[in-house]
């Protein structure tokens, strides 16, 4: 991973950070969109927002789009200032919004090409850019169609493409995949890593935890404004609750005097239930998982399968938020201002 580095440039921001959000406040009336948040995306790497529905993810990513203006706080995006300096920071990111947004009069092919030429691509680099864009999102064959006769895919796939013709320095996904099926889905994630690879540095708004554990490097969670938890994916399971020994015995009847046996030595934490047949152990390392299966072997317990469990994201989500990750998934809206 990139090393992060301390001292401040003379940008006011600290080398070796992409992204750097300070005190970020967002007001829609008497509605706190956002409420003081931080957060840093170190350059190279991914950053995965996660969140409910309202919790301040899209807001925070207009806002680093130059897009809307905050209230309050700073914030910079490849050591440009969002307040001072849009036009040089626009010209350091792409974007993808939650839907797609693309020209339906002109084909797939023509909607890159204008997007390369109006970030100064010159004809050839442009008709190359776009040529190898619609390979890699496979509308190759659908490159001279317009638009509108695209699938709701195809046109979430040519949005993609579109926002990273001009090769951004740092790009800005928000909720990238929503509506695409598992195949299209893994060819998003495939060419984020490759642009990662190549030195990019990516800001993923999702609502789906694979995604977030397949390409975040680190995770901020956002909920009514504000971030509530932050670090990496082991990090956060660790918080949550780490790991779970789960024991099936032989007998499942059985399964309350393994509990009390446990509960003897002093491993209060051991529950079961009859209706899984699993007796359940949290441990915090291999000590105590090995002190488990010594105790139930002394005690001649026959035991069927021993198994480890972590957290999911699901649960960590939920744990955190205290909503569920289904109750999170996006629902269409109208409304322009304000989305979270």
Same mark, same amino acid.
């Given at each position: $991973?990139?090393p992060?580095?301390t ?13 750097e959000?300070?005190g970020i406040?967002?007001?829609y009336?008497?509605?706190k ?26 807001t ?7 897009l809307i ?5 700073t914030?910079?995006?490849g ?11 626009r010209?350091?990111?792409?974007l993808t ?7 339906? $009069? ?5 909607n ?11 004809r ?5 850019r776009?040529?190898?864009l619609?390979e890699?999102?496979s509308?190759?064959?659908a ?5 509108k006769?695209?699938?709701?895919g $195809?046109?979430?796939?040519?949005d ?5 013709i ?31 690879a190549?030195?990019?540095?990516v ?5 789906y $935890?694979?995604?977030?554990e ?13 971030v509530?938890?932050?670090g ?25 005097e393994m509990?009390?046996c ?10 079961f239930?009859?209706?899984?047949g ?9 000590e ?8 139930l ?10 198994d ?8 960590v ?6 909503k569920?990750?289904a109750?999170?998934?996006p ?10």
């Amino acid at each position: $991973m990139t090393p992060i580095a301390t001292a401040p440039n003379d940008r006011g921001r600290t080398a070796g950070n992409a992204v750097e959000v300070r005190g970020i406040v967002k007001h829609y009336g008497t509605t706190k969109a956002l409420d003081g948040v931080d957060l840093t995306v170190r350059e190279g790497t991914v950053l995965g927002v996660l969140g409910p529905n309202g919790a301040g993810k899209t807001t925070l990513v207009r806002i680093l789009s130059t897009l809307i203006k905050p209230d309050a706080g700073t914030a910079y995006v490849g050591g440009y200032d969002v307040l001072r300096q849009p036009k040089q920071l626009r010209r350091t990111i792409g974007l993808t919004g939650q839907y797609a947004s693309v020209d339906e $009069m002109l084909s797939g092919y023509e909607n890159l090409y204008l997007i390369g030429r109006l970030l100064d691509l010159s004809r050839k680099d442009a008709k190359e850019r776009a040529a190898e864009l619609l390979e890699r999102f496979s509308l190759t064959d659908a490159a001279k169609r317009v638009a509108k006769t695209y699938s709701g895919g $195809m046109r979430r796939r040519l949005d993609l493409a579109a926002s990273m013709i001009g090769r951004p320095r740092v790009l800005y996904l928000d909720e990238p995949t929503t509506g695409l099926d598992p195949r299209t889905r893994n060819e998003v994630w495939d060419e984020v890593q490759r642009m990662v690879a190549d030195g990019c540095t990516v800001l993923l708004t999702t609502q789906y $935890m694979e995604e977030a554990e397949q390409l975040a490097d680190e995770l901020t969670v956002i909920d009514k404004g504000r971030v509530i938890a932050s670090g990496g994916v082991a990090e956060l399971k660790a918080q949550v609750g780490g790991q779970t020994l789960q024991i099936r015995p032989v007998h499942r009847a059985e399964l309350p005097e393994m509990a009390r046996c446990l509960h003897g030595t002093g491993i209060a934490e051991a529950t079961f239930s009859a209706d899984t047949g699993l007796l359940s152990v949290p441990i915090t390392g291999e000590e105590q998982l090995t002190a488990v299966i010594r105790v139930l072997g002394t005690r001649g317990f026959a035991v069927a399968g021993i198994d480890t469990k972590v957290p999911s994201l699901d649960e960590v989500f939920l744990t955190i938020t205290g909503k569920s990750a289904a109750a999170a998934v996006p629902a269409p809206s109208l409304a322009k201002e304000p989305v979270a």
